[in-house]
């Protein structure tokens, strides 16, 4: 079975809104995670995670640009953070 990714992705994100931004605590944190990966909550209450693979074997970081070219990193963390 082919999955059309775009399709959905743009189905899961398209016209959402990020209302909430945090770190895993360490209850919903996998046992096997020894950092927390950041959360993005959006306004339907999908919550995206930023692993380091496609298998979710560890948090990963987030990376982007913002407006003005400047570059900038999200990483995971140790412990819960406020």
């Known amino acids: ?13 398209l016209g959402k809104k990020i ?7 360490d209850k919903e944190r996998p046992s096997w995670w020894e ?3 950041i959360v993005l909550v959006l ?7 930023a692993s380091r693979d496609d298998e979710g074997n560890g948090p ?4 982007g640009e913002d407006a003005r070219g400047k570059r900038f990193s999200l990483p995971s963390c140790r412990g819960n953070l406020k």
């Open 1 to 13: 079975m082919k999955v059309d990714w775009q399709a959905k992705a743009e189905g899961l994100l």
């Open 19 to 25: 209302v909430g931004v945090r770190w895993q605590t």
């Open 35 to 37: 950092r927390s990966a």
């Open 43 to 49: 306004d339907d209450g999908t919550e995206l995670v």
């Open 60 to 63: 990963g970081a987030l990376h």
